[in-house]
């Protein structure tokens, strides 16, 4: 666990890939993220989510004031969140914004699903960093809110994440998860402007290693 920052109000840190934040339903007495960090650093609010397979930048509340405050922000969009993705496939795009209208909670398997009769309006940015044979590097930036946005809009525009078979993408050894990442976030907190970055994993180094080495 990699601590990115902390003071009486903030506690910032890179989530590792494969831990869920809170407890699941489907697992309720597996170790979670919150009770791990709760344990060594106290009582935590927790603002926002990542998917249990994200790996990432998250940033929590150490007070019940600045758990307000940060909640606000997340609710107005007034947090800039950044997640890169190594995705299948190559767009032709440099730049794109993908607007499908999403429903949850579809199926057995929990998926969310593009619906354009009963979906919510959802909309992502995305940004080609790097290109790959068979394979390239995107900044994805939401701007709303829906459980497995990035995931689905990338599948549905045909660039499934590298590893996220629920969405599509085909069987890989290059890595045994979704290769999803939050890159970055900022926003201002007390009039005062916050930016934070969490490196990559090793997990997504060496995947994106390997796919230099191939187009070398």
Excluded: C
């Excluded at 209208?101 to 969310?112: A, D, E, F, K």
């Excluded at 934070?196 to 994106?208: E, G, H, R, S, V």
């Amino acid at each position: 666990m990699i601590i990115l920052y902390s003071d009486t109000q903030l506690f910032v840190v890179n989530k590792p890939a494969g831990v869920p934040v809170l407890p699941d339903g489907w697992e309720p007495d597996a170790p979670y993220l919150v009770k791990q960090l709760e344990g060594q650093f106290g009582r935590l609010w927790v603002v926002h989510r990542l998917d249990k397979v994200t790996s990432g930048v998250m940033v929590f509340a150490r007070t019940a004031e600045a758990h307000r405050t940060l909640s606000l922000l997340f609710e107005t969009r007034a947090v800039h969140k950044s997640y890169h993705a190594v995705v299948v496939g190559n767009p032709k795009w440099d730049e794109h914004t993908a607007r499908h209208p999403l429903r949850i909670n579809v199926g057995h398997s929990h998926r969310t699903a593009v619906d354009h009769s009963k979906g919510k309006p959802s909309e992502t940015a995305f940004r080609v960093l790097e290109h790959f044979d068979g394979y390239a590097l995107l900044a994805a930036v939401p701007h709303t809110g829906r459980t497995h946005q990035i995931r689905v809009h990338l599948s549905a525009l045909g660039f499934p994440i590298l590893a996220d078979s629920l969405y599509g993408a085909p069987s890989t050894d290059m890595i045994a998860r979704p290769a999803l990442h939050a890159h970055s976030l900022e926003f201002k907190f007390g009039e005062k402007p916050f930016s934070f970055t969490a490196p990559y994993p090793d997990d997504i180094q060496k995947a994106l290693a390997r796919l230099k080495a191939s187009a070398a």
